[in-house]
């Protein structure tokens, strides 16, 4: 972990960038963006590295986190603020996340706060979109972030792996193995579930 810091408070100015404490001592960066998401990096090292190299590296994903769970992540070491840099082009603009009602397989993408089409939730276009959801910065984004940067070796370090959702085609995956490990009628696939082939 990092040093803890008692009065450290979450910033979520656009270009803050933090370092994040993960899985397996492994450390991960994210940086906020314009809507307020924060976007993770495809790199994690043992010791922080320079800001230009972490900027430098490919986005690996990009969700909404519970703002209040980063002051939490702050004061305890989880997480650590390196500064404000400027953002690159794809992180200056609103991303498009996807609602999933319960009980159903249409959706609704939104840009921002405005709804922009309905679909079904196997319709290729939307796979990669991340299914709106806050996710709380100390317990469950180490787990997100080791699925998200190396999922077959996640399944050995994290139990839950397979439950780490996120994207509309991981959150179909979960709701498969969900529904293949319980008898529970809740956890049943509707009859015209498109399967994931996964």
């Known amino acids: ?18 370092a994040i404490w993960g899985i397996a001592d492994w450390i991960y960066y994210g940086q906020v963006t ?12 043992r010791k922080i590295a320079s800001s230009a190299d972490v900027l430098a590296s490919p986005i690996m994903s ?20 390196l500064g404000r840099y400027p953002l690159r082009d794809e992180l200056g603009s609103v991303r498009s996340v996807v609602q999933w009602p319960v009980g159903t397989l249409d959706v609704t993408v939104w840009i921002g706060q405005v709804p922009s ?5 196997e319709d290729p276009s939307i796979q990669n979109l991340e299914i709106i959801a806050g996710w709380d910065a100390v317990y469950h984004v180490p787990a997100r972030l080791a699925v998200d940067y190396a999922p077959d070796e ?14 509309i085609w991981r959150e179909r995956r979960v709701k498969e ?19 994931t082939g996964l």
Not at 1 to 18: C, H, I, Q, V, W
Not at 62 to 81: F, H, N, P, T
Not at 117 to 121: C, L, P, Q
């Open 1 to 18: 972990m990092f040093e803890e810091n008692p009065k450290a408070r979450s910033d979520f100015k656009a270009g803050t960038l933090y």
């Open 34 to 45: 314009v809507d307020k998401s924060v976007a993770f990096y495809f790199r994690r090292d």
């Open 62 to 81: 990009r969700m909404g986190i519970v703002y209040a769970s980063v002051g939490e992540a702050l004061r305890s070491g989880a997480w650590k603020k």
């Open 117 to 121: 089409r309905t679909a079904r939730v």
């Open 154 to 167: 996640a399944i050995h370090t994290v139990a839950t792996a397979w439950a780490v959702g996120g994207p």
């Open 177 to 195: 193995e969900y529904a293949r490990r319980s008898d529970k009628p809740y956890h049943e696939l509707p009859a015209d579930w498109v399967p």
